[in-house]
């Protein structure tokens, strides 16, 4: 005699058994970095694979394939903390290669790491990267100088004078062969060095500023150039100017805390009329009259200029009055910062005259100078009839407390009045 019985699980449900596009997907999903497919999907089933998809997987395979923002952004997050893509033209793909460029760049090590972590990278982002800031490079592993460094570490290297020649990353192949990039923004140095810290680890070489020159000079695309805190002198900053006069696109140069002196700043003052700079940042550099007065008979014919930053130089009153000479003819500069120049009366005489005639000018800085009571009033009866002056800033410039009250006063009414002109304007228009 034979027994049949039949045996269920109680708990058992049809539900529990995956659907065979489920199992699919799963399988495209494991099988992504040999095999990726999904251009072939329907919308949904390409939803559901990328937002299964490792973030962890080959560039090589994701980056041409997927642009879906949601994917890059988890790309993103998990990497970084701090991910504001405001500043990556709200491209969460962007971001990412724009920053993953960027590390590679500042770890990267001359005659040690592998250049094809750049060379291969290339193709995978050119099309997205359109700025890169880098704060950093690298000098090359260097042991049988070692002693050599050491002996001169108490001699003219603590002043920065070291004559051991430490090459950085050549960025001539990568940013020529961006034909996005507008924004570059360097600095040659070493952060967080700690007890290992070497002058010539913040040596910007002479070989470092002609590939960097001539790799600008191709860049065709590039609107801002910004190299600072890098040691830049007078005969690095003519070989960069060189390169850079006649640039279709360049409108904003920063060559702040650097070392320009008054040849630098000439070579500059060529640069203001053979290009087309709207913002010029020299600050914190050893610009004395001599370059200022260049800088001046470059402003009194220029057409294009917006915005001049000079502070923390010493261009004295020499300089000043040349600058406030200029401005008496230009008609299109609107801002300029001369704070801690050492400036004093016969400089405020002069840019009371300015106030007085020029009608472009919105932002005067002469904060920590030494103009004087006397500079204060002249400045004060300059801006009687002065409607376009919105900013000035006289802090610690000795002009005493009532003529600093009373210039704030005649500024709020200008800033004022230019508010309420720029809310009447649209109902003009719409009227």
């Not at 060189?242 to 640069?271: F, M, T, W, Y």
């Amino acid at each position: 005699y034979y027994t049949y019985r039949v045996i269920e699980d109680p708990e058992w449900s049809l539900a529990t058994v995956p659907h065979l596009t489920e199992l699919c997907l799963q399988h495209i999903i494991h099988n992504f970095e040999k095999n990726p497919i999904l251009d072939r999907l329907l919308p949904e089933h390409q939803r559901k694979v990328l937002d299964r998809l490792s973030t962890g997987l080959p560039l090589a395979v994701t980056a041409n394939l997927i642009s879906d923002e949601d994917y890059w952004k988890r790309c993103c997050t998990e990497r970084w903390q701090a991910c504001d893509i405001s500043n990556y033209g709200d491209s969460w793909k962007q971001m990412f290669f724009e920053r993953h460029l960027e590390n590679i760049l500042k770890c990267f090590i001359p005659n040690t790491t592998d250049p094809n972590q750049v060379l291969e990278l290339i193709p995978l982002c050119k099309d997205y990267v359109r700025k890169l800031e880098v704060d950093q490079f690298l000098p090359p592993v260097q042991t049988a100088q070692k002693e050599e460094r050491d002996d001169l570490s108490n001699t003219g290297s603590d002043f920065g004078f070291s004559e051991v020649s430490i090459h950085h990353y050549d960025l001539g192949v990568l940013i020529t062969a961006l034909p996005h990039l507008e924004e570059l923004h360097l600095t040659y140095g070493v952060k967080d060095c700690g007890m290992n810290f070497e002058w010539n680890l913040f040596n910007f070489t002479h070989q470092d500023c002609c590939n960097l020159a001539v790799a600008v000079k191709m860049c065709h695309n590039l609107k801002v150039f910004k190299l600072t805190r890098s040691k830049v002198d007078d005969d690095k900053t003519r070989l960069l100017v060189r390169n850079l006069l006649d640039h279709p696109c360049l409108v904003e140069l920063n060559l702040s805390h650097n070392l320009i002196r008054d040849k630098g700043a000439q070579a500059v003052g060529k640069l203001i009329n053979h290009s087309r700079l709207q913002t010029l940042d020299l600050c914190n550099n050893q610009i004395h009259h001599l370059g200022a007065q260049a800088l001046a008979r470059a402003l009194a014919e220029n057409s294009t200029l917006t915005s001049l930053n000079l502070r923390l130089n010493c261009v004295e009153d020499k300089g000043g009055k040349a600058i406030g000479r200029a401005l008496l003819t230009n008609t299109t500069l609107k801002s300029i910062h001369l704070g801690s120049n050492n400036l004093s009366e016969p400089t405020a005489t002069l840019f009371s005259q300015v106030l007085a005639q020029n009608t472009s000018l919105t932002s005067i800085n002469f904060s920590c100078n030494h103009l004087g009571l006397d500079g204060g009033k002249q400045l004060l009866e300059g801006l009687a009839n002065n409607k376009a002056l919105t900013e000035f800033n006289l802090r610690l410039a000795e002009v005493g407390q009532e003529t600093e009250y009373l210039i704030h006063q005649i500024v709020w009414a200008n800033r004022e009045a230019a508010r309420l002109g720029s809310l009447q304007h649209p109902r003009a228009k719409l009227i």
